[in-house]
Every structure is written in structure tokens, then in C-alpha cells.
């Protein structure tokens, strides 16, 4: 369900999703949507309260992501834009060919295609899933070692391109979805991705237990978390 406030004569509107958690919890998407978990049994005008309380951290959250965005390269696919592959910096270039390949050379990612291909940002897109997959898969091993304490099963990785987050978990079915964008990223973002979803199998809410184990097991993943959020940004989504 949909609830708004009214802060300083602003009107807030955020979706309030009852949860069986314990805290409540604030969540807002580069697109500036606002959605509130809260305990089954929260009354509804408490999570108004709260989210009123929260509201100048909200409102500067969201002018954030607006910079972000208004900072976002162009989203155009075309000879010498500016891509990323694990930190590092490519030029676009396009060459004739009777079927869809990419080659990496020189510090060029050279997209092959047939005369009058339009669909050559999403092909790019599954081809980015396609290596991506190996990379993900030793990042999780990485993390798993580095968690080996807590005894966690290896889960399930699918990759898909997320417009709202860098991961996902789902603990019934033991599987985390990475998105293919971290691939433009450099491998300590991606390890932090990896163990954020990792810790979940530990605490599946953000609970101070579940940062407990971030802060332990990754000391800098604010650090890190900050650069994923921030470079290697090339409009390609």
C-alpha cells in the first residue's frame, strides 16, 4: 500500500510493505521511489512517524541520486563512447561482420554485427552476462572463503541487468542475482556485492547482526560501496 507525510510543506509518498522482521527499514531506488518494511504488527501511523523522522536523510538521499543522474553519461551505443569492463576504460568500436561478436583489443571492446543490426546494446548487454559469469563465480568463492566461519552452502548465482540494485538473495531457493552492470566495476566492488548478499544467508534482513558481519569480515565495504556507487559509470543500462 501507498502512504504519504507532509514535511515542511513537502508531500512524501513511500510504499509501506509489512514485513515479519524486526526493524524497520528505509529503501529508496536510484529512480527516487521510497519503500518502507516495517514489523507486522507496526501500526501504520508509528511507520509515518518514522519515515518523518528520516525525512531530511530521504530528501538528501534523493538529491543524490538526481546528481547521479544528471552526471550519467549518455546512453547512446556508438563509435568512441567511453565503456567500462572491471575498472578499465574502453573505447567503442564497430566493425562489419556476418554475425554478432565482440573483441577486445588495444584498449577498444570492437562490436561485430551485420549491416543494420539495431539491437546492439542489449546483445553487448548479454555478452557482458556471458563473461561475467566466470567472474562472479570466483568472487563468490572468494567470499565464501572469507566467510567459511559461518559454514554457508555455496548458493546458486543468475545474473540479470537490475535497474535498482547491485544484488538480490533469495533464501528458500539458495540463490543470489547479481547484476550483469557490476561487471563495469572494479572486483573489490564486486566482492562487496558478493559478501553484502553472502551475510544475508547469515541475516536475511539488514539487522545490526547482519552489518556486524560486513564490519568484521569487510572493514572497508563503506569505502567500496561508495566507488561502486560513483565510478565506472558509462550509461550503458
Avoid at 563512447?81 to 556476418?98: H, M, N
Avoid at 559478501?195 to 572493514?219: I, T
Amino acid at each position: 500500500m501507498f502512504r504519504s507525510i507532509n514535511y515542511c510543506g513537502l508531500r512524501m509518498e513511500y510504499e509501506y510493505i509489512p514485513k515479519d522482521i524486526k526493524n524497520i527499514n528505509i529503501r529508496i531506488t536510484r529512480d527516487g521511489e521510497i519503500s518502507v518494511s516495517a514489523p507486522l504488527d507496526t501500526k501504520p501511523k508509528l511507520v509515518d512517524n518514522f519515515v518523518e523522522e528520516k525525512a531530511e536523510w530521504i530528501f538528501r538521499k534523493m538529491a543524490d541520486f538526481e546528481k547521479a543522474r544528471e552526471a550519467m553519461p549518455d546512453d547512446g551505443f556508438y563509435e568512441g563512447k567511453t565503456v567500462f569492463i572491471l575498472g578499465k576504460e574502453y573505447t567503442l568500436s564497430f566493425d562489419r561482420a556476418k554475425k554478432f561478436d565482440v573483441k577486445i583489443e588495444s584498449g577498444e571492446i570492437i562490436i561485430l554485427s551485420r549491416y543494420g543490426d539495431d539491437n546492439l546494446k542489449p546483445k553487448y548487454l548479454d555478452w557482458l552476462a556471458g563473461i561475467a559469469k566466470p567472474v562472479f563465480e570466483d568472487s563468490l568463492t572468494r567470499m565464501l572463503y572469507l566467510a567459511k566461519d559461518y559454514n554457508i552452502k555455496r548458493p546458486e548465482i543468475y545474473i540479470r541487468n537490475m535497474s535498482s540494485r547491485w544484488g538480490s538473495c533469495n533464501i528458500g531457493k539458495h540463490r543470489i542475482g547479481l547484476n550483469v552492470q557490476l561487471m563495469k566495476k572494479d572486483l573489490k566492488c564486486i566482492d562487496q556485492v558478493v559478501l553484502h548478499e553472502v551475510a544475508h544467508f547469515v541475516s536475511p534482513d539488514h539487522s545490526e547482526r547482519f552489518y556486524d558481519v560486513l564490519d568484521n569480515l569487510m572493514p572497508d565495504w563503506k569505502d567500496r560501496k561508495n566507488e561502486l556507487e560513483t565510478k565506472w559509470v558509462d550509461g550503458i543500462l
